[in-house]
T-cell receptor, first 113, second 112 residues
Framework: NAGVTQTPKFQVLKTGQSMTLQCAQD?????MSWYRQDPGMGLRLIHY???????DQGEVPNGYNVSRSTTEDFPLRLLSAAPSQTSVYFC????????????FGPGTRLTVL | GESVGLHLPTLSVQEGDNSIINCAYS??????FIWYKQESGKGPQFIID?????DKRQGQRVTVLLNKTVKHLSLQIAATQPGDSAVYFC???????????FGTGTSLTVIP
């Protein structure tokens, strides 16, 4: 199993550009989530999904969209990037829900100029 | 929302010594806690968890202690090794909600 994979590993955007961060898992996990990690702060939940076709907002959802059309994939979209979205983004998955062990991807480091 | 905090942002220990990393939480309704380890350039990795109906749980070389009276969580690492150097986060969940709240992390450095 590859586990949780994220692409790209690094990305630089200009303010106003859009992009999609990709996340995929091959463990047949129902629960998937996106976090952002900023210096001096803990991970903060952006969006999560408890299964295909179901998504919900986390602690800091503004400026981000998600969809879950398959069990395996959970892309995160930035519609109009802002410098405040400069961060490291982590995708995670777990078998059934939040209280199951979460497996994190390697992260995407995003810089918005 | 409630915040999860750590007492010490950095900790240095000698190889072979025991390490203790502390975490304070403010939400008395929190009923599930996890410790994560994050090595440089990698995603967080699950270490150990504990539910609020327990006050101690042991894993391989790690022990988590929960003191609900003072809302304090600690992670003890026995015989600390260089490979234990990382940032350690605690995270809390309450009311079986679908999200965890993470602390800011403690950076552990093991001195050979």
């Amino acid at each position: 199993n590859a586990g949780v994979t994220q692409t790209p590993k690094f990305q630089v955007l200009k303010t106003g550009q859009s992009m999609t961060l990709q996340c995929a898992q091959d463990m047949n996990h129902e629960y998937m989530s996106w976090y952002r990690q900023d210096p001096g702060m803990g991970l903060r939940l952006i969006h999560y999904s408890v299964g295909a076709g179901i998504t919900d907002q986390g602690e800091v959802p503004n400026g981000y969209n998600v969809s879950r059309s398959t069990t395996e994939d959970f892309p995160l979209r930035l519609l109009s990037a802002a410098p405040s979205q400069t961060s490291v983004y982590f995708c995670a998955s777990s078998y059934a829900g939040i209280t199951d062990t979460q497996y994190f991807g390697p992260g995407t480091r995003l810089t918005v100029l | 929302g409630e915040s999860v905090g750590l007492h010490l942002p950095t900790l240095s220990v000698q190889e072979g010594d025991n390490s203790i990393i502390n975490c304070a939480y403010s939400n008395s309704a929190s009923d599930y806690f996890i410790w994560y380890k994050q090595e440089s350039g990698k995603g967080p990795q699950f270490i150990i968890d504990i539910r609020s109906n327990m006050d101690k749980r042991q894993g391989q070389r790690v022990t988590v202690l929960l003191n609900k009276t003072v809302k304090h969580l600690s992670l003890q690492i026995a015989a600390t090794q260089p490979g234990d150097s990382a940032v350690y986060f605690c995270a809390e969940n309450w009311d079986t909600g679908n999200q965890f709240y993470f602390g800011t992390g403690t950076s552990l450095t093991v001195i050979p």
